[in-house]
């Protein structure tokens, strides 16, 4: 009878969905120029602690599901996109078999995958859909320190939740 | 934390079947793409502008504006480079600061993002979310992925709950005042809560699971709906009117 | 006529996370419920109840991985061939928990789902949704969102969606705890004039049962006792640690310095997000106080403002009019959370570390005036009071032991004035009788919020009610 296992999975990507649209919404740090949110710092965890096929479906369903609730559904096929990627590319390079740790090498090679996706994503898509190459141009700044912050601030908290909470290495898909 | 975005009214638009109106609104976004001429653009949105204000409200419409108006700054202080090597409209001292060319192009594309903004927020303002749903459905969206939307739905308040009781009792342990803090060290002091956030979340996924299983989840039975699209009358003629509407916009470019 | 329930020599151990080996739940237990019959089994908290209700229904050890042994039988079929969602028509199982069982985002809809999921028609779908919310009092409540209802709320959206799945075995963990007076009455009449059978698991509120049960059995050390009521009842109140004397009767230490905090003329708006328009309440509280040493009670019902009102006295929220003072000076905001200890119903909201000895130490830590080595000794100390191991993780503890665990780290805090919101909700009198006394230990003044009177009678020296948003002293 454990053969079927739709109902664990649809409850984690649901679960992991409404983290990402809390941490994109609820959470931010003020900083010198205005707002960081944390939607990162939750795909980042995800990534790490779960499989590529949950990081995908909650990294985009999940950010296009706060820009709709925060009144920029404009906003939510493009972040659909690039933070699934994001998520999806992030999983896979970090994915290990059994117990061993991800190597330094891996760890930097995600991060500056996940700062590219997410930089040149938003750019590559904001001036094709909404505005123009230098409107587009002037966030790159700001995204590569959102999603630098989130990826550092994702690995520290994936291992504090390793430690805090063993049972959920049971929960990967 | 409210993730409604549904605001109640009983304008035309509240009365279009959702299936139609999600057709309607993808239609139009691609519209907003076509060459049509700036005039023609602006009258467009101002029209739609118009019938947004009607349905959902002014200050639905005000807000709106307010949220965009960042993006739209951005869009003018931008507008130095856009098309540098058109007619000069703006010259400061031999420099050329912005064309006319670029002016124009700037004002398209402030036009269209407003277009499909509020095109956008329309659609989730006047239609109930359980019905959007549906309408996916109908068109195919498996169930699910509409289960998983309804259930993220579902976590959205307790996880946002969670999480600010947490930041609330980390508020209520700190034995010093808060000095400046340094950027870093208010990251680092970040981890704990965050990490309580998220078990919090993951405790409740086995949880959710054994509850979706004990309602039902895996029946062989064909799930029937509680709620239904019944209640809307003469879908085929929303369904022509969706169509139409871009079309006829489209057309009457030829008068601009 | 074939049992309902048939449990034959089922053994459990859930499986551990930390290394130790747990102790089994059960030893061989055995249980026969004939159908139709009302059994009331007698179960102290955290020995084992729940497990044995998310067993009956086939979610454990799917869902909470342990080792199980033994033969378990729902009308005739052995629940190793069944799925989980094949028992929707045949068990329903209500929580003690009301937020875990939540799938959907309104109150009709969650009565809805397992509806959809038997593939029932429309019509008669609205037709019993319509019945149980009438029978239940939801009508106001039909499209308001899950998070926002209080306590005695949620059990009774979980009741209304019993009723409508109506399946012919009902599985009650707790069901009485939260509800008013109304409700608890209006459950006890279901119960009797209902042709369903029923298992209630409960250790709140025997004394109102009367006459409600057929069978009375008792959870006692892994196995499930029968026998004559009185024995079995005089034998359940040792297992929950009635007999022994209160821990408060301990000696603990006056405070040299008597400090007094009250509240004059307070005044604050609660609003509700209610289906239609938010409703906003107002709250007044003409006069309280508390002194060190203290163990005052506010007692009232569920969403009466109980928590608004502590909100307040422990400075997260900021009062509209009137002051909060101590000893004469008012205090606000920060300044009044140093000296105002709060303590969640959920202890999980207020510990954030891996380990028990990161967690006590956390605060410690920052003071400046603490060397490592009295830190350390501090710790050490706490958790020995608290019967607390330092290497354990929290999140694998068990409720009673995070409990204790939320009380410890406050206990270090060393607050002068200590919040307990529904410290017995979950626990049994003794367990929360033993942590108010620890609290108590240095001279604390105790504010413990409760919404069984039964308990609030038994510790209160003096108490206090809310009722129609007016706090006023009993």
Not at chain 1, 25 to 30: A, F, G, K
Not at chain 1, 43 to 68: H, M, N, Q, R
Not at chain 3, 193 to 217: C, H, I, M, P
Not at chain 3, 351 to 367: D, G, Q
Request: hydrophobic share 45%; proline share 4%; net charge neutral.
């Amino acid at each position: 009878m454990q053969g079927n296992r739709n109902a664990l999975k649809v409850a984690m990507v649901s679960v992991l969905t409404a983290v990402v649209v809390v941490f994109t919404m609820v959470v931010r740090i003020p900083t010198a120029k205005g707002y960081l949110n944390l939607c990162d710092v939750a795909i980042c965890f995800i990534a790490f602690t779960f499989g590529p096929w949950s990081a995908f479906i909650a990294a985009g369903l999940g950010t296009a599901l706060a820009d709709l609730i925060s009144g920029y559904a404009q906003w939510a096929p493009i972040s659909f996109v690039v933070h699934g990627v994001e998520g999806l590319l992030v999983a896979l390079i970090v994915q290990k078999k059994g117990d061993a740790a991800v190597s330094l090498g891996r760890k930097a090679l995600a991060a500056f995958v996940c700062i590219a996706t997410v930089s040149l994503g938003y750019f590559a898509l904001s001036a094709l859909f909404i505005s123009t190459v230098s409107v587009a141009a002037a966030e790159i700044p700001g995204n590569i320190a959102q999603s630098a912050v989130g990826f550092a601030l994702g690995l520290a908290v994936s291992a504090a939740v390793k430690r805090a909470y063993p049972p959920v290495s049971s929960l990967a898909w | 934390m409210t993730t409604n975005t549904y605001i109640a009214g009983t304008g035309w638009l509240y009365r279009f079947d959702p299936r139609a109106k999600l057709l309607l609104m993808l239609l139009m976004c691609v519209w907003f793409f076509l060459p049509v001429s700036l005039l023609h653009l602006s009258i467009v949105v101002g029209l739609v502008i118009l019938s947004g204000s009607t349905n959902a409200g002014w200050h639905h419409a005000w807000r709106t504006f307010v949220s965009i108006s960042p993006m739209l700054l951005f869009m003018v202080l931008f507008m130095p480079f856009n098309v540098r090597d058109g007619s000069p409209l703006l010259s400061i001292g031999g420099f050329t600061v912005i064309t006319a060319e670029g002016l124009e192009q700037a004002l398209r594309l402030m036009s269209r993002f407003i277009g499909i903004t509020y095109v956008c927020t329309l659609l989730f303002a006047t239609t109930v979310m359980h019905e959007v749903m549906l309408a996916l459905r109908w068109y195919h969206l498996p169930y699910k992925a509409s289960l998983v939307v309804t259930l993220a739905f579902t976590y959205i308040p307790f996880i946002a709950d969670g999480f600010s009781q947490i930041s609330e009792s980390h508020r209520l342990r700190e034995a010093e005042d808060e000095k400046k803090k340094k950027f870093g060290q208010r990251l680092k002091d970040l981890v704990p809560t965050l990490t309580s956030a998220l078990v919090v979340a993951l405790r409740s996924i086995p949880n959710l699971a054994m509850s979706l299983e004990m309602r039902g989840f895996g029946r062989e039975e064909r799930r029937t709906s509680y709620h239904s699209l019944d209640a809307y009358h003469h879908v085929c003629i929303h369904f022509i009117l969706s169509c139409t509407i871009p079309v006829v916009f489209w057309f009457a470019n030829i008068f601009f | 006529m074939i049992n309902a329930l048939s449990i034959e020599h089922l053994s459990f151990t859930y499986q551990s996370w930390t290394g130790k080996q747990n102790d089994p739940l059960f030893r061989g237990l055995s249980l026969q419920i004939p159908s139709g019959s009302k059994t009331l089994l007698l179960a102290p908290f955290n020995r084992g109840k729940t497990t044995l209700a998310k067993i009956i229904c086939g979610v454990c050890p799917k869902y909470f991985p342990g080792e199980m042994d033994g033969l378990i039988r729902l009308y005739g079929k052995s629940l190793g061939d069944l799925d989980p969602w094949d028992l929707l028509p045949v068990c329903t199982y209500v929580s003690q928990n009301p937020q875990e069982q939540f799938v959907a985002t309104s109150v009709e809809e969650e009565i809805a789902f397992p509806l959809e999921s038997m593939g029932m028609d429309r019509a008669t779908m609205k037709a019993r949704i319509e019945e149980a919310i009438t029978h239940w009092g939801l009508q106001d409540l039909r499209t308001s969102s899950e998070q926002e209802l209080s306590g005695g709320e949620r059990k009774r959206v979980l009741l209304a969606t019993m009723q409508a799945i109506d399946a012919s075995f009902w599985l009650l963990d707790e069901a009485f705890d939260d509800l008013d007076q109304h409700w608890r009455d209006q459950l006890k009449d279901l119960i009797a004039t209902s042709n369903k059978t029923v298992l209630v698991l409960a250790s709140r509120y025997l004394g109102e049962f009367d006459d409600l049960f057929d069978q009375v059995l008792l959870l006692d050390e892994g196995v499930v006792v029968k026998g004559e009521t009185n024995s079995l009842l005089t034998r359940f109140a040792h297992l929950c640690g009635d007999d022994l004397p209160s821990p408060l009767e301990r000696e603990h230490v006056l405070p040299s310095q008597r400090r007094i905090l009250s509240c004059l003329s307070l005044q604050a708006e609660r609003s509700r997000v209610s289906t239609a328009e938010s409703e906003h309440f107002t709250l007044e509280v003409p006069q309280f106080q508390l002194q060190s040493g203290e163990l005052v009670t506010l007692v009232g019902p569920n969403g009466s403002g109980k928590s608004s009102f502590s909100r307040l006295l422990c400075g997260l929220d900021a009062p509209l009019g009137g002051q909060i003072t101590i000893d004469g000076k008012p205090y606000e905001g920060k300044q009044l959370s140093k000296r105002v200890g709060y303590l969640f119903q959920s202890p999980d909201l207020q510990i954030f570390l891996p380990t028990v000895a990161e967690e006590l130490s956390w605060s410690l830590k920052r003071r400046s005036d603490l060397s490592r080595k009295e830190v350390e000794k501090q710790v050490a100390d706490c958790a020995e009071l608290f019967s607390l191991d330092l290497d354990d993780t929290p999140t694998t503890m068990s409720y009673p032991l995070r409990k204790a665990l939320q009380a410890a780290v406050y206990y270090l805090l060393d607050r002068p004035f200590y919040i307990l919101d529904e410290l017995d909700s979950a626990l049994t009198y003794q367990s929360a009788l033993s942590i108010i006394a620890h609290l108590r230990h240095n001279g604390a003044g105790i504010l413990l919020i409760t919404h069984d009177r039964q308990f609030a009678d038994k510790v209160a020296q003096r108490s206090y009610t809310i009722e129609d948003g007016r706090l006023s002293a009993v």
